[in-house]
């Protein structure tokens, strides 16, 4: 990976760093309306397909292992995931938890207005149940 890695400015004011999984940064946007995490590979490109094979297996089994901690913790009615780089030109991925009763169903979450963010220590909780499912892979480093 890059030791010259800068995460987006964006992405650090919008989200809390919750470690690192496989070489990804792992983020919690900061909107409980939404659990929204955010997978960013330590390289300094901005689409997928400009990732060589091991790093896209990487992300790949990063994002399979959020996806199953979301799918399995939050029970969601479709799971989002998706990669968009409009206003964050950093690569990263997007995988959201998503139910038929949020206040955007069945449109999309980007953009949308009023985020609100997470009460006092309920990060920490999330943190908390992410280390109990990924220590152990061996891939997980705390923030």
Known sequence: MNDSFILHAQLEADCHR????????????DDV???????????????????????QAALWSAARQVSTFVESG??????????????VPQLHLHIIARYQSDVCWPGVVWGFEGAQA???????DIKSRLQESFLQTGLWVSA
């Not at 919750?18 to 946007?29: H, M, P, V």
Request: hydrophobic share 45%; proline share 7%.
């Open 118 to 124: 997470y009460p006092g220590g309920a990060v920490d």
């Open 74 to 87: 939050y029970v969601p009615d479709k799971l989002n995931i998706a990669t968009i780089g409009n206003v």
């Open 18 to 29: 919750l470690g690192e999984l496989n070489q990804q940064i792992l983020l919690l946007r």
């Open 33 to 55: 309306r939404f659990p929204w995490f955010i997978l960013v590979p330590k390289v300094n490109v901005g689409e997928i397909f400009q990732l060589d094979q091991e790093q």
